[in-house]
């Protein structure tokens, strides 16, 4: 199976490799828009700051290509708030993909949010065989908010998307490499899409 990551600088990389070998596939870093078209499966990962990262997307033409991509993409913590209309973290425009907003949290509780957290309400192919509860790993700051797309829901401060689908695009707050066995799942269920 070809899968590729999608390299625009901002990103935890060799965890999201590391954990697509363990299941037995190789997903190659590309930045190269044909490469990147011509995969079976896109991960679109992201850990940093949302207005920089979209800086970067649009320098390489990546900003015009994700949203239009067919195949099953997959966006990881920054990736999936940067396929969301707006983030509140540098006043960023983002891709539009999902019809949602990401705000941030308050600061009545710690933020980031950082650490393991339930995810509730799961209603996709991409949660078979995970249990309602389940624990996730997560960082971060943003949150996208509760609307029509949202998969998975979960409880800090209030209740947010933790998950979102739209057509042949999915997104997820937390971090399915560095979430055990249910986080191996989701990626192996994802493959499956």
């Known amino acids: 199976m070809n899968i ?3 390299n625009y ?7 999201i490799q590391f954990a697509f070998q363990r299941l037995g596939y190789n997903a190659e ?7 990147i078209i011509a995969a079976d499966k896109v991960i679109f990962p992201g ?21 239009n991509l067919k195949q099953p993409v ?47 309400n799961l ?3 991409l949660f078979k065989g995970i249990q309602e509860e389940e624990y996730m790993y997560l960082v971060h700051s943003y949150y996208a908010e509760m609307c029509d797309e949202a998969i998975a829901t979960s409880l800090y401060e209030m209740n947010y998307a933790s998950a ?14 560095k979430s055990s066995k249910a986080g191996e799942q989701i990626l192996k269920n994802f493959l499956k899409i």
Not at 47 to 67: H, N, R, Y
Not at 166 to 175: A, E, L
Request: hydrophobic share 35%.
């Open 9 to 15: 600088g901002a990103g935890n990389i060799k965890s």
């Open 47 to 67: 850990v940093g700051e949302a207005s920089s990262a979209m800086k970067k997307l649009k320098e390489s033409g990546l900003d015009t290509l994700i949203p």
């Open 164 to 177: 979102l689908e739209k057509d042949n695009f999915f997104g997820v707050q937390f971090h399915p490499e």
């Open 29 to 35: 870093l590309s930045s190269d828009s044909d490469k």
């Open 74 to 120: 997959l966006g990881i913590c920054l990736g999936m708030q940067l396929m969301c209309n707006h983030s509140e973290e540098g006043n960023t425009n983002g891709l539009g993909i999902f019809n949602v907003n990401v705000k941030r949290f308050s600061n009545k509780v710690k933020v980031p949010q950082m650490g393991w957290n339930t995810i509730s």
């Open 123 to 125: 209603k996709s192919d």
């Open 4 to 6: 590729k990551i999608v």
